[in-house]
C-alpha cells in the first residue's frame, strides 16, 4: 500500500482506461424537473436563509427534507437515522463586562480598560483576582526559536509577554505579527501550568491599529464547534494593550523602558509582581446550537471493496435574514450543490449493478461560518479517511455568465459559460484530473484547472484535503449575485446544473468502480494521517 503525496496514484490510471469508457446511463435518473423541485423549496424564503437562530428553523427544516429524501431513494443511514449531531455554540464577547482593572493604594480603581480579547482557549467567561503577575520579556531565549522560561515558578501565575522578538524593539518603527513565533510561546507556556497569559500588543504600534483589527475581528459573534478543546490541554490566552502593564509598573512609558532593557540584554525580563492588586474579567455570551449533517450511504456491490467508499458533499446551510431584512435564499450557494446532490444519490440508488465501492452522500452544515460540519464529518467519518478514495465537493453549480458578473472580473472565478466548469483537485492523485476531463469531454464541457492553490481552503473540501483524501470541487464560479439577497432559484440555469450532475456523477462511478487491488497492485493511497 502507498501514502506518499508524490506517488502518482496508479489506481486512477488504470482506471482511466478501463473504466472511464464504459459507465452505466446513470444520468438519465437525474432529471431536470426534480432539480428545479428541489431548489424551489430549499430556496424559499419559508426557510429563511437556512441559518441559526431565525424564526423559523430554516436550517433543520431543510435537513429533514434532505433525510426524507434519502430515506425514500432507499439509501442507508450514515448517522443515526441519517443525521450527524455537529453540537455548536454561537459565542459574542460582552465588551461592557469585560475588563482589567489595577487598584490604587486606597484599595479604589486607578486604571481602567476594556481592551481585552481572547486568542486562544475554551468559550465561556474568565475571571482574574489578584492573581501573582510575572513579566516575562519577549518570551524570547536565543535565535533558535528555543522557549523556556527559567528561574521561577509559573504554576497557577499569570504571565505577561510582549509580542515579537528583542530585534522587532529595536527596529523603526514597529512589525506585523508572526502568529507562528507567538504560538510557539504559548506551547512553551502550557507545560508550566501557569494560569493564563495576557500577550501585550506591539508596544511601537502608538494607535493599537493591529490590536483594534483584532479586537473588531474578534469580539463579532462568531461560532465553534461545542467542546472542542480539551479543558486540561493548552493555555488560556488573552491579549490587551501597553497601557496595562504601564499600570501595573506605575506609569506611562514604563513598560517600553523595561522592553528597551530587555531588548538590549540588560534584562531577564523576568519580574514577579507581588504587591500590586488587580482584578479583571473576560466575559462572553454562549448559546448552544445544533447543526446536523445529512449521511445516506449507497453500498458498493463487492463484498471486501464496499469498505472503502467515495464521498459526495455539498453544504446546505446559508446567510439567513440579511441587514436589510431580506431573506438570504442562497439558490446557487448552495442549494445548487445541494439538489445536484440529491438527484446524483437518486442515480446511484436506481442502478441495477451498483459500483464496486460504497458511496456516502454527505450534506454538511455551518459551511458559512467556518465550514464546522465538514470538520465534524473527518473527525466522525462514516468510513475511515483511509478508505476513502476521494471526497466530490459540489459549491456553486448553476449559473451561467451574464454580462453584469464582469464586476468579478479580476477574480480568477469569474463564473463560466454554458460550457465551462472550475475543476479543482489537489495534488494527491493527478490521475484524478484524467478521469475528470474525460467525463467532461463526453459531456461537451470545459474544464477550468487554473484556480489557484488558496482554494482549497476556502469549502468543505479543505478537511478532507487537509486529511490527505484526493478532493475535486466543483464550482461554476462567482456571480453578481453572490452572498446577496438576489441569489435567487429564477436565476438557476437548470440545463447547465444537470450537465454538472451528471458529470459528478460519471467522475464518481468511475472511481468507486475501479478494478480490485488483486487486479492491478495496491490502488489505495491507504495509510493517511
Not at 481602567?112 to 524570547?140: M, P, Y
Not at 452522500?361 to 479517511?385: C, I, N, R
Request: aromatic residues 12%; contains cysteine.
Amino acid at each position: 500500500m502507498f501514502s506518499k503525496k508524490s506517488t502518482v496514484c496508479f489506481y486512477y490510471l488504470i482506471l482511466f482506461s478501463v473504466v472511464a469508457f464504459s459507465q452505466p446511463a446513470g444520468q438519465v435518473f437525474i432529471d431536470v424537473f426534480d432539480l428545479q423541485r428541489h431548489m424551489e423549496f430549499l430556496a424559499s424564503d419559508s426557510l429563511m436563509g437556512r441559518n441559526f437562530n431565525t424564526k423559523t428553523d430554516g436550517l433543520g427544516i431543510a435537513s429533514d427534507y434532505l433525510k426524507k429524501s434519502v430515506e425514500s431513494m432507499g439509501l442507508k443511514p450514515g448517522g443515526q437515522c441519517f443525521f450527524q449531531s455537529v453540537d455548536m455554540v454561537s459565542v459574542k464577547t460582552n465588551k461592557e463586562e469585560t475588563f482589567l482593572e489595577v487598584l490604587g493604594i486606597n484599595g479604589k480603581p486607578a486604571w481602567v480598560n476594556h481592551s481585552l480579547i481572547k486568542l486562544e482557549g475554551s468559550d465561556g467567561n474568565f475571571e482574574f483576582e489578584n492573581d501573582k503577575i510575572v513579566f516575562a520579556g519577549f518570551g524570547w531565549k536565543n535565535d533558535s526559536m528555543n522557549f523556556e522560561f527559567p528561574g521561577l515558578d509559573l504554576a497557577g501565575k499569570v504571565v505577561l509577554l510582549a509580542e515579537g522578538k528583542p530585534d522587532y524593539f529595536s527596529k523603526q518603527g514597529f512589525s506585523k505579527r508572526e502568529q507562528k513565533v507567538e504560538e510557539l510561546k504559548y506551547q512553551a507556556l502550557a507545560g508550566k501550568k501557569v494560569k493564563a497569559v495576557i500577550v501585550i500588543s506591539l508596544s511601537k504600534d502608538f494607535k493599537n491599529s493591529i490590536f483594534n483589527r483584532m479586537e473588531n475581528r474578534l469580539t463579532h459573534q462568531r461560532y465553534n464547534l461545542k467542546n472542542r478543546l480539551d479543558p486540561t490541554a493548552g493555555v488560556p490566552v488573552f491579549m490587551t494593550t501597553p497601557d496595562f502593564p504601564d499600570a501595573l509598573l506605575g506609569g506611562k512609558g514604563k513598560y517600553r523602558k523595561y522592553l528597551s532593557s530587555v531588548a538590549k540584554g540588560k534584562h531577564t525580563g523576568l519580574i514577579s509582581i507581588e504587591n500590586v492588586k488587580w482584578k479583571g474579567k473576560f466575559s462572553e455570551e454562549v448559546k448552544d446550537l445544533n447543526g446536523r449533517n445529512v449521511v445516506g450511504i449507497v453500498e458498493g456491490s463487492d463484498p471486501e471493496l464496499k469498505t472503502e467508499c467515495v464521498v459526495f458533499m455539498a453544504h446546505y446551510d446559508h446567510l439567513g435574514i440579511g441587514k436589510e431584512k431580506d431573506v438570504m435564499n442562497g439558490a446557487d450557494d448552495n442549494v445548487s450543490g445541494t439538489a445536484a446532490l440529491l438527484e446524483i444519490a437518486e442515480a446511484f440508488s436506481k442502478l441495477e449493478e451498483k459500483p464496486r465501492r460504497s458511496i456516502v452522500f454527505l450534506w454538511v452544515t455551518a459551511e458559512e461560518f467556518g465550514m464546522f460540519g465538514s470538520k465534524y464529518y473527518v473527525d466522525h467519518p462514516a468510513f475511515p479517511m483511509d478508505k476513502t478514495l476521494a471526497c466530490i465537493n459540489l459549491d456553486m453549480v448553476g449559473r451561467v455568465y451574464e454580462p453584469r458578473d464582469s464586476v468579478w472580473d479580476h477574480s480568477p472565478k469569474r463564473v463560466k459559460d454554458f460550457d465551462g466548469l472550475y475543476t479543482l483537485t489537489n495534488n494527491i492523485c493527478p490521475g484524478l484530473v484524467a478521469i475528470s476531463d474525460s467525463v467532461c469531454g463526453k459531456l461537451g464541457l470545459v474544464p477550468d484547472h487554473s484556480l489557484p492553490e488558496s482554494f482549497l481552503y476556502n469549502s468543505d473540501h479543505y478537511h478532507f484535503h487537509k486529511n490527505q483524501v484526493p478532493v475535486l470541487s466543483i464550482s461554476t464560479g462567482y456571480h453578481a449575485d453572490y452572498h446577496k439577497p438576489t441569489d435567487e432559484t429564477s436565476k438557476i440555469s437548470f440545463s447547465k446544473l444537470k450537465r454538472v450532475a451528471d458529470y459528478a456523477f460519471g467522475v464518481g462511478y468511475a472511481v468507486a468502480s475501479q478494478i480490485k487491488s488483486t487486479e492491478m497492485g495496491d490502488p489505495l493511497p491507504a495509510g493517511r494521517n
